[in-house]
């Protein structure tokens, strides 16, 4: 028997399976409809932007209340300090990835920023907004969107379902490579008009770095004691990441 058997709610388990079970599932969902939306030919950024809500109702949806107090989720006793500390070093991840990006690919197709600005539209957009309009544009989003939804699923949802039925470490390992292969949508794999492309040495190392990033998050959240500890982290990343971007890409 799970020694946590009150994480999700009955009605999930009695459908699908057991926690970690339901975990993939949604996890399943959430890749299906990230690579549908960028691979689409037709714009679906509203579907894209649906889904993260859906992740922010995730602990209310499949959880029950002690499932939310144990993925950290209500947790009211975090200090500043560990938020600050969670902050500063995702910050750091956000750079390092950047800054090897450019010394590692240099200018080609390999190199992720790249798929960075493509994804932004930078090109696009750098007539008609200055860099400081595109960081408001953007930061936003990079701040309160993605960063709580993915980490309730990612350090909330599957590190928890997981470490119900195996173990913590196994549990961390886990949903770090799961959020090391969803970023695949964004860099690895492109779509012409002959079919699906890898670039296979750039995708593999971009998701071994985003799965030691994703590791690192977990680190903030458990030294934080709360969820919000790895939301702070994922949150500078994203926005460091893209300062940088805008920074070489859109002046």
Excluded at 35 to 62: D, G, M, R
Excluded at 95 to 120: E, H, K, Q
Aim: hydrophobic share 55%.
């Amino acid at each position: 028997m799970s020694p946590h058997p009150a994480l999700v709610k009955p009605f999930w388990t009695n459908l699908f399976g057991p926690p970690w079970v339901v975990s993939l599932i949604v996890f399943a969902m959430v890749a299906c409809i990230r690579f549908c939306v960028f691979f689409s030919p037709y714009s679906l950024q509203e579907l894209f932007f649906l889904q993260i809500v859906a992740l922010w109702t995730l602990p209310f949806v499949f959880l029950t209340d002690k499932g939310r107090r144990q993925i950290g989720f209500t947790s009211a006793g975090t200090t500043s300090g560990p938020l600050l500390g969670a902050a500063i070093t995702g910050a750091v991840c956000g750079l390092l990835l950047f800054v090897l990006g450019t010394a590692i690919y240099g200018n080609s197709p390999n190199n992720w920023d790249l798929s960075i600005r493509s994804y932004l539209r930078f090109d696009e957009m750098r007539g008609l907004l200055s860099p400081v309009q595109l960081f408001a544009l953007f930061g936003m989003p990079a701040v309160f969107v993605n960063p709580v939804g993915e980490e309730i699923l990612f350090r909330g949802f599957i590190q928890e379902a997981f470490s119900s039925r195996f173990n913590r470490s196994f549990a961390a390992a886990v949903s770090s490579v799961l959020f090391g292969i969803l970023y695949l949508y964004l860099h690895g794999i492109w779509h012409d008009a002959s079919g699906f492309h890898i670039r296979l040495g750039s995708a593999v190392l971009a998701v071994i770095l985003m799965t030691i990033i994703g590791f690192t998050f977990y680190l903030c959240r458990a030294i934080s004691g709360s969820l919000w500890g790895a939301i702070a982290a994922h949150a500078a990343f994203s926005l460091t990441l893209l300062a940088a971007a805008i920074h070489r890409f859109a002046r």
